[in-house]
């Protein structure tokens, strides 16, 4: 992902470093950091940041975007990886979690991201919603961008919690696919509990839209203690 992408459009990227600046005053931790999208612009509003992710091309790619070091790296999986110091805010966004294709590694994510947290600290998740209720009986396929530029769909299989997210694209490179695991927000907010965490606020997106049963994904804010 480039800055090519909508995911880096100042309507995107801006109202969600609104919403965790405020969060960060003693710094945050981006777990899945990538090439930056969110760290190199929280840096810039003064925070600390430092970012954990287990690509090391993407690192490099953040390092050669910023100038004087403002946001540091550890090279890991973050379900597991430890980093000195303690923050006031952990977070990870755009569906990050469900990269994590266990639920004892998607565990292992909120207890290492309390295990960094200051006591009183946040981690903060944005992740979609399982779309099950548009699931024909009998199907297994939901469409969730239909195009003449992309075509879209999530693979469900309900007895496991994967899904296959598969994209047709023409004019960019043919098909590609990824797999996942779900999680409801409430088996969320179990493992947060796990992990000594507590939910405090959940919206429907980084510009607080209130969370109703239609929504399609949800930023969630746990704390520590």
Do not use: C
């Not at 992902?1 to 801006?14: L, S």
């Not at 600390?48 to 050669?64: C, K, M, S, T, Y």
């Not at 960094?116 to 548009?134: A, D, I, M, S, Y």
């Amino acid at each position: 992902m480039d800055e090519t992408d909508p995911m880096f459009a100042p309507e995107v990227v801006g109202p969600t470093i609104d919403f965790l600046a405020p969060l960060a005053a003693d710094g945050a931790l981006e777990f899945a950091v990538g090439n930056g999208r969110i760290a190199l612009p929280l840096a810039e509003r003064g925070v600390r940041v430092h970012g954990v992710d287990i690509a090391p091309d993407v690192l490099e790619q953040l390092h050669a975007k910023q100038q004087g070091g403002r946001v540091t790296t550890t090279l890991g999986d973050y379900t597991t990886t430890t980093v000195d110091g303690s923050f006031s805010l952990v977070y990870l966004v755009w569906n990050s979690l469900s990269n994590v294709t266990t639920q004892a590694g998607q565990v292992d994510a909120f207890r290492n991201a309390a295990a960094h947290l200051e006591p009183g600290g946040r981690f903060v998740v944005e992740l979609f919603v399982p779309q099950l209720r548009r699931l024909p009986p009998g199907q297994d396929f939901v469409p969730f961008d239909v195009t003449p530029e992309h075509l879209g769909f999530d693979e469900y299989d309900v007895l496991t919690q994967r899904l296959v997210s598969h994209h047709y694209s023409p004019g960019r490179g043919g098909y590609g696919a990824g797999e996942f695991r779900y999680a409801w927000p409430s088996e969320l907010d179990l493992m947060a509990r796990l992990a000594g965490l507590t939910l405090t606020e959940r919206w429907a997106g980084w510009r607080r839209e209130p969370f109703t049963a239609e929504s399609d994904s949800h930023v969630s804010v746990w704390t520590l203690g």
